[in-house]
């Protein structure tokens, strides 16, 4: 599954022990505290696993870990 | 067939300019925090050089060390290369002025310019002319005065750069030894994510030029930041390939130093743990075509590397471009 995928790197990318609270409303940058370099560095891992591009005007417009599951899926 | 000679580093030798500018002295400029520049750059402080100071100045100093560290005389040199993106001046080149600054009557002289990577396209090249046996004596030089090209009201770039020069000696060395590999490559197509646009054929200087602030440096950070990340590991392993080494073999690498959280993802993707990783962009910042060679200078002289070591050189930046080498150290 997607979400449970993406989950998992950013709990990697992050150093997260627990990532069972995340959920696809989670926001990055709000409540994981990621700052603009980690989430450069997440959607770089999600394009590796996923095999897909994300330019930087997408990256921009994800408001929550929901709007990248949703992004990977629709461009898979 | 005809014969080749293994090419090695005889001599290292770099020079910084006194002068520190401290991300708190930056605060003063822009606005910026020391927090956020240590915590998204790892750069702490970085030197920058007089005004009336150029590249050839600090190339000069870098220069007549490396040659002391070779135990040769300027006057035995057979080539002078300077890899820059500040050149003194348009021509003649970075490279004649050192030659007549150190007197080194016999050499042939010219500037390379393939940015943050210029110092390993240089030392590829040169490698080339003693490998096929055409010449004994090559000074290869990676120099940078970047603070005369950065905008200094820009927070975005003025924080990341700094000035230096670091310069080598490469002569025959032991077979097995020396220079075992390199792997050059370069972009073109996404050049403009990191360009200083004026002051070249295609902008000549002009007052709109310079009110328009097109001769300081612009970057698209992140779209760098991204490229850098992904070409490391893979120059890396390109050049391992080519000479038939794989990451274990690897006893210490020399990164450009352009920010610590590439080298830290760079040095993940690689799989390498970070003692084997040499950092000191908190002190100096990215010098551009300084950068590698005034750390490998620094890694030698704190006894970092010891004969035998193999030393993974890797750099990327503007062209775009990246370079990497595989030594086996022969000193
Ligand atoms: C330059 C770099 C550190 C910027 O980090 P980033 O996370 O991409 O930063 P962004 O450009 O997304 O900017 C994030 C925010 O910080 C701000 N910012 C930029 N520089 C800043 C500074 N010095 N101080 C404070 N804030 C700064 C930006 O204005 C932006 O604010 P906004 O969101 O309100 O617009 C990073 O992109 C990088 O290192 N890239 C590679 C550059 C490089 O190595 N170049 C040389 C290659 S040889």
């Known amino acids: ?76 | 067939m005809m014969q080749e000679y293994a090419v090695g580093i005889t001599g290292i030798g770099s020079y910084l300019p006194e002068k520190e500018v401290t991300n708190f002295d930056i605060e003063k400029m822009v606005d910026t925090t020391d927090e956020w520049i240590r915590t998204r750059t790892g750069i702490s402080c970085r030197r920058v050089a007089d005004e009336r100071v150029a590249t050839s100045d600090l190339s000069t100093e870098a220069a007549k060390r490396a040659l002391a560290d070779a135990g040769i005389e300027a006057a035995e040199l057979d080539l002078i290369i300077v890899a820059t993106v500040t050149p003194d001046m348009a021509f003649p080149s970075t490279a004649c002025i050192v030659q007549s600054n150190i007197k080194a009557v016999k050499a042939a002289a010219f500037d390379i310019e393939a940015a943050c990577s210029g110092f390993l396209y240089a030392m590829t090249v040169g490698q080339q002319f003693i490998k096929n046996g055409f010449y004994k004596n090559v000074l290869i030089i990676g120099a940078e005065t970047l603070s005369k090209v950065v905008d200094w009201e820009d927070r975005n770039t003025c924080v990341l750069f700094g000035d230096g020069a670091g310069a080598v000696v490469l002569q025959r060395v032991e077979e097995g030894y020396g220079i075992l590999s390199s792997y050059l490559g370069a972009d073109g197509f996404n050049g403009s994510a990191l360009a200083q646009p004026g002051g070249g054929s295609r902008i000549p200087a002009t007052i709109e030029s310079v009110t328009n602030k097109l001769h300081f440096v612009k970057m698209d950070g992140s779209e760098v930041f991204k490229f850098a990340v992904r070409v490391m590991g893979k120059a890396a392993m390109e050049a391992l390939e080519l000479c038939g080494l794989t990451l274990e073999d690897i006893d210490f690498m020399i990164p450009h130093q352009a920010n610590i959280r590439i080298i830290d993802a760079a040095a993940k993707r690689l799989k390498l743990p970070m003692e084997k990783v040499y950092v000191n962009l908190d002190r100096y910042g990215n010098m551009s075509a300084a950068s590698v060679p005034v750390a490998l200078d620094e890694a030698v002289r704190e006894n970092r590397i010891k004969k035998g070591d193999i030393v993974v050189l890797v750099a990327f930046g503007g062209g775009l471009t990246w370079g990497s080498s595989v030594l086996k150290w022969s000193k």
């Open chain 1, 1 to 76: 599954m997607v979400f449970e995928k993406v989950k998992k790197i950013i709990g990697e990318q992050l150093g997260l022990d627990d990532v069972s609270g995340v959920t696809p409303q989670t926001s990055l940058m709000g409540d994981l505290e990621a700052d603009s370099l980690d989430a450069v560095e997440i959607i770089m891992a999600i394009e590796d696993e996923f095999g897909v591009e994300i330019p930087d005007d997408a990256a921009e417009g994800f408001k929550n870990i929901g709007d990248i599951v949703k992004y990977v899926e629709a461009n898979q």
